[in-house]
T-cell receptor, first 114, second 113 residues
Framework: GAGVSQSPRYKVAKRGQDVALRCDPI?????LFWYQQALGQGPEFLTY????????KSGLPSDRFFAERPEGSVSTLKIQRTQQEDSAVYLC????????????FGPGTRLTVL | RKEVEQDPGPFNVPEGATVAFNCTYS??????FFWYRQDCRKEPKLLMS???SGNEDGRFTAQLNRASQYISLLIRDSKLSDSATYLC??????????????FGQGTTLQVKP
């Protein structure tokens, strides 16, 4: 079946612009995670949803970052007033209820802030 | 100090070599342990889970030492296709369904002919 999809795959933004990154999890997957991966580093947790509830947002680096999943399926990560340090790959992962430990990752959105 | 620490490498080895990666984690409450593989410009993919009893999948063997908070991955008979970054990952929850994954920096392996 279809895996996790993300769009856009690449985004170039001028500093100060707002961006919105979309994640379509695997159909029926309850839990959804967002991670940020800087160049040469491992992914770092940003936030976690179970259905539509955002249960953990401890990894969001500032109040410019906002995530939502209003209907418990598609999720959007929004970054307001982008800064150069926001340049990274943003990865989305999902896992089903009572499933294996495997988190399935999407291909990521590569954000470059100029 | 990072919660999960790995030697970033790179490890450059000839085909057929045996190579070992190690990582340490600082949170003793960690419950689940994994190795993920990430190819250049691709997403991480689960390579294998890691158990205290040790587990093997073909040429890959993973081991966990809870007392030392140490995880290892051994790759035997390296293939060119093993070239990638290997990410050590821990999770405080007993299942990734309810907990966030904590990734190490990754160790880069380059297998040469």
């Amino acid at each position: 079946g279809a895996g996790v999809s993300q769009s856009p795959r690449y985004k170039v933004a001028k500093r100060g612009q707002d961006v919105a990154l979309r994640c379509d999890p695997i159909s029926g997957h309850v839990s959804l995670f967002w991670y940020q991966q800087a160049l040469g580093q491992g992914p770092e947790f940003l936030t976690y949803f179970q259905n539509e509830a955002q249960l953990d947002k401890s990894g969001l680096p500032s109040d410019r970052f906002f995530a939502e999943r209003p209907e418990g399926s598609v999720s959007t990560l929004k970054i307001q007033r982008t800064q150069q340090e926001d340049s990274a790959v943003y990865l989305c992962a999902s896992i089903g209820r009572g499933g294996t430990d495997t988190q399935y990752f999407g291909p990521g959105t590569r954000l470059t802030v100029l | 100090r990072k919660e999960v620490e790995q030697d970033p490498g790179p490890f450059n080895v000839p085909e057929g070599a045996t190579v070992a990666f190690n990582c340490t984690y600082s949170n003793s409450a960690s419950q689940s342990f994994f190795w993920y593989r990430q190819d250049c410009r691709k997403e991480p993919k689960l390579l294998m889970s890691v158990y205290s009893s040790g587990n093997e999948d073909g040429r890959f063997t993973a081991q966990l030492n809870r007392a030392s908070q140490y995880i290892s991955l051994l790759i035997r008979d390296s293939k060119l296709s093993d070239s990638a970054t290997y990410l050590c990952v821990v999770n405080k929850a007993s299942s990734s369904n309810t907990g966030k994954l904590i990734f190490g920096q990754g160790t880069t392996l380059q297998v040469k002919p």
